[in-house]
């Protein structure tokens, strides 16, 4: 069965750090981009953090371009997302997302359950 587990939320200080991951199963890990996603309380779901298949090329949002670094691991079929300099409105809950594209092929996206992040005092 295919499985993204996330983990490494938790609460954190403004200006603290936390490292997310996602461990992968059920499918060849190492064929698929990913990404994380975030969404808070009464907002949609915005792209964070995405890298390629072989990791040499990440992309990041404005909101959080030099504060987070996402990175992989295929021979452990996990993503990270480090998180550093930590905002209140970095508040959310934080999906793992991986996708699938292909010539000629029909392109396939899994999800995880999601991680708690929030930022406080």
């Known amino acids: 069965q295919v499985r993204l587990v996330e983990s490494g939320g938790g609460l954190v200080q403004p200006g603290g750090s936390l490292r997310l991951s996602c461990v992968v199963s059920?499918?060849?890990?190492?064929?698929?981009?990913a990404s994380w996603y975030r969404q808070a309380p009464g907002k949609g779901r915005e792209l964070v953090a995405a890298?390629?298949?072989?990791?040499?090329?990440?992309n990041y949002a404005d909101s959080v371009k030099g504060r987070f670094t996402i990175s992989r691991d295929n021979a452990k079929n996990t993503v990270y997302l480090q998180m550093n300099s930590l905002k209140p409105q970095d508040t959310a809950v934080y999906y793992c997302?991986?996708?699938?594209?292909?010539?000629?092929?029909?392109?396939?996206?899994?999800w995880g359950q999601g991680t708690q992040v929030t930022v406080s005092s």
């Open positions: 059920g499918f060849t890990f190492s064929t698929y981009a």
């Open positions: 890298i390629t298949r072989t990791g040499d090329a990440t």
């Open positions: 997302k991986a996708e699938y594209h292909a010539p000629y092929q029909r392109s396939y996206e899994h």
